[in-house]
């Protein structure tokens, strides 16, 4: 390597680690057509004389690294229709169904609906915005190697979307959370566990060349009443802020901090911030979170992922708890529809008490056909081993969080192998 080059690459290194997806649409829309995703496949262990394919996870806060670590079965898929016309105003209609299995047999899953809305584009009044009520995926970027869907506004109700409003775009959604009644077992008690959620975003706002800033906040409404059965009704919010970098070495990338208070941390073990958690959350209750997801395609046979996060949760029930994960997942294709894909991942979570760290750090070779050469490329026909690795420290929430149960027993360490398919079409 000549001088030039190696006074050139601890600037390209402090670029990569500094850049902050790409600058795609704030949150996309449904396209008209018929459009899905699919992830299924079948893998086995050596752990306990084999069985089901084990996966790695410490399971509670934390997700895990999903490359030949996905254990489960899932499709969605639906359809998107022009169903109106007025004017220069367009009417869509989009009708989507699921299914999910937690093994490698979708068996006689029943599908459920998930998206059921209808949209109208391009409304003068709104200066090209859209207004839409019903069933829908909302705003629900995501850390792809994590499966994290780091916010997730998705839910039934009602808003104004992409308002330009200055330098940026404005959106407002309004949805129903838990909407139902129940009868409390114990008690006899009517209660629920509803909640009013409402979500403002303000987005697209250019703040440097090629990088967009994105605003997102979220207030919850805990209803019913105190004394139903169901515990303390308690409101909280969330407050994240996204910057998103185009154009860093052929993709892009996210740099996110997250705050919510309440039922504002969103799911306990999904890492959702936007949508409601339980309203039986107080005060007490946070999460913090800080991001970097970098997703770069330098060559055109060469492409990875890169991410690290920082998370910490609190409440006075369980202590604090911090989650520190990095992991990369470098592509190279040796053709233009066959290329290797593996993954490392390291996870550390700490533990109240003064109990020691959980650690589990693991590795994925995957050699794949795919539809090209590219990190997004799908569909993609995986073979797979995954190895993984940990403390004695973790044994317990690593077996606890494994599909297959308790395989692992005392050991540390294990190894699944299989395949599997995924695509978004």
């Known amino acids: 390597m000549n001088r030039t080059a190696l006074k050139t690459l601890p600037a390209l290194i402090l670029a990569i680690a500094s850049a902050s997806a790409a600058a795609g649409p704030m949150y996309p829309g449904d396209a008209e057509g018929f459009h899905g995703y699919l992830r299924a496949g079948a893998g086995s262990t050596t752990a306990d004389g084999g069985g089901p394919q084990s996966c790695y996870g410490l399971g509670g806060n934390t997700m895990k690294y999903r490359l030949g670590n996905e254990c489960d079965a899932y499709t969605e898929f639906g359809y998107t229709k022009a169903i109106a016309k007025s004017g220069d105003v367009n009417y869509l209609a989009t009708i989507w169904v699921n299914a999910y299995a937690p093994s490698s047999d979708f068996g006689d899953r029943k599908l459920g609906i998930v998206k059921a809305y209808v949209e109208a584009q391009g409304l003068d009044f709104l200066n090209g915005g859209t207004a839409w009520v019903g069933k ?132 306990s073990g999904n890492g959702q911030l936007g949508a409601s958690g339980s309203t039986s959350f107080g005060s007490d209750v946070k999460r913090t979170r800080v991001f970097n997801d970098m997703a770069i395609q330098p060559m055109e046979n060469f492409g990875m992922e890169f991410v690290a996060l920082w998370q910490k949760d609190e409440s006075n029930a369980t202590g604090s708890s911090t989650w520190t994960s990095v992991g990369v997942r470098p592509v190279y294709a040796f053709t233009n529809n066959f290329k290797l894909v593996g993954e490392l991942g390291t996870d550390r979570v700490t533990q109240a008490g003064g109990l020691p760290a959980k650690r589990l750090t693991k590795l994925t070779i995957a050699p794949t056909i795919s539809a090209g050469p590219g990190l997004w490329s799908r569909p993609e026909l995986r073979a797979f081993v995954t190895y993984g690795k940990w403390n004695d420290a973790a044994t317990a929430s690593v077996n606890a969080s494994n599909n297959s149960g308790p395989v692992y027993n005392n050991n540390t360490s294990g190894t699944s192998y299989g395949f599997q398919v995924e695509t978004w079409f």
């Open 136 to 267: 829908r995926f909302y705003y629900r970027p995501d850390i792809h190697m994590l499966d994290l869907q780091y916010i997730n506004m998705n839910g039934t109700g009602a808003g104004l979307d992409r308002i330009p409003v200055g330098t940026g775009k404005l959106s407002y959604a309004f949805f129903k959370d838990n909407d139902v009644r129940n009868v409390n077992p114990v008690t006899n008690a009517v209660g629920t566990t509803s909640a009013v959620r409402q979500n403002l975003i303000y987005g697209d706002i250019p703040v440097n060349q090629d990088g967009l800033l994105d605003i997102a906040a979220t207030y919850i409404i805990g209803q019913g009443k105190d004394n139903d059965g169901y515990g303390p009704k308690h409101n909280g919010w969330q407050l994240s802020a996204f910057h998103r970098q185009g154009k860093v070495f052929g993709g892009g990338n996210t740099f996110g901090v997250q705050y919510g208070v309440g039922p504002g941390v969103g799911g």
